[in-house]
Every structure is written in structure tokens, then in C-alpha cells.
């Protein structure tokens, strides 16, 4: 069996250094292309319609590493996948075979929670109808089957199921597991059992197996006391309280660009990776009587489709997801209170609280909701929005010239050089470079001297870990190759 990572200790550091990491990076949604309501456009500039869109903020750039023995890490999170996930299987039978994994000669393999598997969603994906045009997932590393059309599926119909229950009740009181679709786009609950069945003939679905960075998913909120939350773990500062007005897409990305909140000016609409990452599964309107969020954060109570009160709203991500004839013509959203869907004249929750659906982006408040698909999922268009910006809390040395505990650290984006500055003439020092999995890629014994430069020239995208090390003293900071 291959040796444990290095990534454990890495992630244990900060609490003997008191440094802090980010143990929940969030992958960018890899989405490069603008839109407006209905058309392919050319990028919006600050303060006219449609700036402030997904494609307007870049972040970690997905990037992954296939290690030959039919692994995959993904250089961001630090997780390693499954590259095939084989045949569907129960849930009961997925427990069992992560418990006896072996694969790549690991065995600590499990079934990845939604956020986990959520990280892998590539919003570069297209879907028309059942024609797939992009899978949501990268294609070049994961092998990613679509439903079996010979025997009645669905192509959407290969949904991958991750670890996550739903705390209520879905459909016909349904007990439900959260998966993702990496076909159409979208998160949703599924029952575990075969309609009609009386819970007694399980469903099968995929599944793609994970192991590695356990902190992967764990949110760690902090009221700054000031109407934002900041949430150290990835590095993301968060609008407290949404202000209780619905919007279209386009003037939920104005409210957000041209917000001031705390006295902050770079404030924006979520990518919906974002956004999904203050999702709290552990909550929901049936189970805790609250959205699925922590109560850190206030949301709106609103009306359901039908009037009644009590219901949450969604929520409006940056993301357009590409789907339809017209694949510029939806926005992505999270779901916080129940995922509404119409059958058989009944008003239902079909998919749950925490499920990642779209809406038209723009329409008539007169004319919704309307009701779409299988499910009948409800159309709203006018949602909520709560507002994300990078925060400076966290601090990684990808942010700018800092001064840390006797050291000066430059980073050159340009020449992908990292400058060291001893600006307390610590002695004999060293530098070293790990991947995020924890591997050591190069060791620099420095010794005395007052500057040294470290090239991270011909290092693949991703994140990397910097350890300057001395008798009695110990850093790490992190550095982004873009």
C-alpha cells in the first residue's frame, strides 16, 4: 500500500504554526464564454448590463494529474478520484466496495459527500434535449457514461449518487441521496428505492469512489460583526443576509456589483460552485424547520408557489448553464429551502433542499412560476441573492506583497517566481516545495542569505505549498501557478 500523503501534516500545521489554510478550495467552474438573456456576447465592462458574470472572475483553474493506475488527483483539492467508476450499484453495495478498495494500492477509499463530487462539475458543458454536446465533467481525465438508451434510460439517466442523505423527504415521502448529474448540469435528490416499492427494492446509480483532504467540504464560518460572514476555510466572504428582493438574472448581477457592503467594493454574484459551498445538508425546512444553511446567515421567508408562507428562496449563481436549443438562455441556482416541482396538480418538494437547478433569466414576474420537465420543476426567474467576495482574512502569498514572521514573500505572476526576502537575518534557513497531495518537489538549503528566488517555472497549474523552515521556526504559505 502506497505511503499516506503529506497533505495530513500540511493540513495539520497551521495549528501548531498558527498559520491558517484553505482546506476548501473551490475549483473555478472552468466557464470562459459571456452572455447576455439569449445571446453569446463580448465582455462586458464594469457597470454596464451583464458585467460581474461568471466569466468575469477567474479563480483555481481546474487542473488534475492522471497518475496511471486509473487515479486521478485533482491538483486543486487535493482529492484523488476514481477514473471509472465501472457498473451502478446500490447504495449499500457502493458502502461496500469503498470499504474494499484497493485501487492504486490505497484503502482508504470512500463514497465522496455532494460537495466533494460537486467539485468536479465543469460548467464548460452543454446539453440540447438528450443530445449531449459536453459532458459537465472533464472528459480527458474521468470516464463519464451517459444512460443506456437499448433498455428505456434516459441519456441524463447516469447520475453519479455521492455520500450525502437528504434530512427530509423528497417526491411521495421518499428517503433521498444528493447526487450530481455530470450530463445535465444539476444536483438533485434521488429516492433510494424503487418507486412503489414500499422501500424495499433499492435504485442503483454511479459511483466515483474519493480519498484524501477529509477537511474537503467542512465550512469555517466567522461573524465579523459588520453584516458578513467570512468562511476561512475557502477563503470567501459572504453577504450576512440577503436584503428580501427577488430579481432577474441581470439585475441580481448589478445588485451585487454595485454593493458596498461593510465598506467593500468588490463585491459579486457567486459562480455557482461558490455558492453551493454554504450549503448545510444537514438542514432542511422539513427536518430543522430552516433553510439549508447555517444559522450564521439569514434568508428571507417567502411564499411558495401555491402563496402559502413559510417557503425560501432560491438563490441566483453567476453561472449561465447551458441547456436547450438556446444554451445562452439559463442561469444556475441553489435551492435553500425546498426544490418545488409540480405533479399531478400537487405542489411537491421533488429534489430537495440543496439541489442546483436553472431558471430562465429573464421573463415576466406575471407570468411565473411555470412548471417544466418530469418533475415539474418550478420556474421562478425572480430570486434572491446573496453576495461573495475574496476575502482578506485568509492569507496565502498568492495575495499580494506580504511581510510574515521575518520573511518578505513577492510573487511575480508573470515570471511564476516567488522572491524571498529575510528581513530579520534568520539563519539557516531552507525552502521547500510540496504539491497539495503532500509530495516534495524540490529543497532549497538557503543558509544565511538576506533574498532568494524560487522558479516555479515549468510547474503545471495548480496549488502549491512553500515550507521555509529554521531551527525553531517553521511557515507554510501557498502559491498559485496560474
Known sequence: MKTQSLFVLLLLLPIVIKAQFITYPIVDTHVHVFTSNNAVISQPQGGSAFSG???????????????GDSTVTDL????????????????????????????????????????ELFSLADYSGRIQGMTVINKFIDTNYFDQPIGDTTIGERTIDA????????????????????GMNFIDGRIKGYPK????????????MYFRMVRGNAQYGINRFYNNGDGTITDSATGLMWQQNDDGIARDWENALAYAENSTLANYSDWRLPNIKELHSIVDYTR??????????????????????????????YFWSSTTLQDGINPTAAAAYIAFGKAYGKMNGNLLDTHGAGAMRSDPKSGLAANYPQYFGPQGDALIVFNHVRCVRNSSVVQGINEGNQVHDGFMLLQNDFTKQLTIINTKAIKNF???????????????????????????????????????SATNYSIVKKFIVK
Do not use: C
Not at 455520500?163 to 433521498?176: A, C, E, Q, R, V
Not at 428505492?193 to 442503483?204: F, L
Open 53 to 67: 458574470q461568471d466569466a468575469s472572475y477567474q479563480g483555481n483553474e481546474p487542473a488534475y494529474n492522471n497518475n
Open 159 to 178: 447520475q453519479t449518487w455521492s455520500l450525502t442523505h437528504y434530512t427530509g423527504l423528497t417526491m411521495n415521502g421518499d428517503s433521498t441521496l444528493f
Open 284 to 313: 432542511s425546512p422539513s427536518a430543522t424547520n430552516s433553510p439549508a444553511i447555517d444559522p450564521i446567515f439569514g434568508v428571507s421567508s417567502i411564499n411558495d408557489p401555491n402563496g402559502n408562507p413559510g417557503h425560501y428562496p
Open 193 to 204: 428505492y424503487q418507486p412503489g416499492s414500499g422501500n424495499s427494492i433499492p435504485k442503483t
Open 430 to 468: 531552507s525552502v521547500g516545495i510540496y504539491s497539495i497531495t503532500g509530495q516534495k518537489l524540490n529543497m532549497l538549503n538557503v543558509g544565511d542569505t538576506d533574498r532568494v528566488t524560487v522558479s516555479f517555472t515549468g510547474f503545471k497549474t495548480g496549488i502549491y505549498f512553500v515550507k521555509i
Open 76 to 115: 486543486v483539492t487535493g482529492l484523488m478520484w476514481q477514473k471509472n467508476m465501472g457498473v451502478k450499484l446500490t447504495y449499500s453495495d457502493a458502502l461496500n466496495k469503498a470499504d474494499t478498495m484497493t485501487l492504486g494500492g490505497y484503502t482508504d477509499w470512500r463514497i465522496p459527500t455532494i460537495k
